[in-house]
């Protein structure tokens, strides 16, 4: 299983980026997908989680701010950034808890993370 980022880059402060992760190999089925970040300096961090039926969790620096979804027939989870802050520098990866079809049980897969830079 392989999750790829795209989407991240260089946003002005006030502007917006979406970030895009689809899920790709063995794949039977998808749980919760999420978006973590990790500013240089400081432990990877909760962004924002979305569960397999649609609900969804953010830290409170988002809310109101970033809004995650998911395309289950795609496999690809999606990070809308608006209003953005250099607080918001960081490399964002996401994860999934998926079930392969090769056994039972579930893992928790990461991406190779994906550089946003907001300048002020």
């Known amino acids: 299983v392989q999750l790829v980022e795209s989407g991240g880059g260089l946003g002005q402060a006030g502007g917006s980026l979406r970030l895009s992760c689809a899920a790709s190999?063995?794949?039977?089925?998808?749980?919760?997908m999420g978006w973590y970040r990790q500013a240089p300096g400081k432990q990877r961090e909760l962004v924002a989680t979305i569960a397999s039926g649609g609900n969804t969790n953010y830290a409170d620096s988002v809310k109101g701010r970033f809004t995650i979804s998911r395309d289950n027939a795609k496999d690809t989870v999606y990070l809308q950034m608006n209003s953005l802050k250099s607080a918001d520098t960081a490399i964002y990866y996401c994860?999934?808890?998926?079930?392969?079809?090769?056994?039972?049980?579930?893992?928790?897969?990461w991406g190779q993370g994906t550089q946003v830079t907001v300048s002020s």
């Open positions: 190999g063995s794949i039977f089925s998808i749980n919760d």
């Open positions: 994860n999934a808890d998926v079930r392969t079809t090769i056994g039972p049980y579930t893992y928790k897969y």
